[in-house]
């Protein structure tokens, strides 16, 4: 069957996200391999990219009580958040630009904090334009389980042979290749390009 609509990832996808942007402008490069390991490990973050039921502000209070010599930089993890976005990926926003100007169906799955993705859609607006979208944080559930791909399908009454999937990770492609997509492992965008240009996407 022929793919008739195109499904992003966003975090390394469209845009470059990545705590360390931040945490060398605040600390020397071995402490910063400490905190992001000890104090503020991805597991961390990603409690706030599962879960629809936590704000921020709380969650990162909590963390700067748990470590009292850090709070600070704990609560930059909130408050400069920007910060560890080094900017768009461009060549993707591009692909995804012209797949729009084509008529081409486009949707997002994305392990995302509810707050920071509102954040997000307001500092590059490109993440604000697609037909539907299923953010971990709202939805209380995020890749790789099957279950938020079939939020995706039934939402937007969406046939799963119908779509390719653009993720960074081979584990969220493998799970969604076994829901019923076609599935893309990101590289850079030539290699994407060439892919949806096969496609007859682009």
């Known amino acids: 069957m022929a793919i008739k609509a195109v499904v992003f ?109 509102a954040l997000s859609q307001t500092l590059w607006p490109f993440l604000a334009e697609f037909d539907g979208v299923i953010c971990s944080g709202q939805e209380g559930v995020m890749k790789p389980d099957p279950a938020i791909y079939h939020l995706l399908y039934d939402r937007f009454a969406l046939n799963p042979s119908e779509l390719i999937f653009i993720d960074d990770r081979a584990e969220n492609i493998e799970a969604a290749e076994k829901t019923g997509m076609k599935g893309h492992i990101f590289k850079d965008p030539d290699i994407l390009r060439a892919e949806l240009t096969s496609l007859s996407l682009l």
């Open 9 to 117: 990832d966003v975090g390394s996808v469209l845009i470059d996200w990545d705590p360390k942007y931040l945490y060398r402008k605040l600390m020397s490069e071995s402490d910063m391999d400490i905190f992001l390991r000890d104090i503020c490990p991805y597991e961390w973050n990603l409690e706030m990219d599962r879960r629809n039921d936590l704000k921020w502000a709380d969650y990162v209070e909590a963390r700067a009580k748990l470590f009292p010599d850090h709070a600070d930089h704990i609560r930059a993890y909130d408050r400069r958040w920007p910060e560890m976005v080094s900017g768009p990926i461009q060549g993707t926003v591009d692909i995804k630009a012209q797949l729009r100007a084509g008529g081409v169906p486009l949707y997002a799955i994305t392990n995302y904090s509810q707050e920071k993705w």
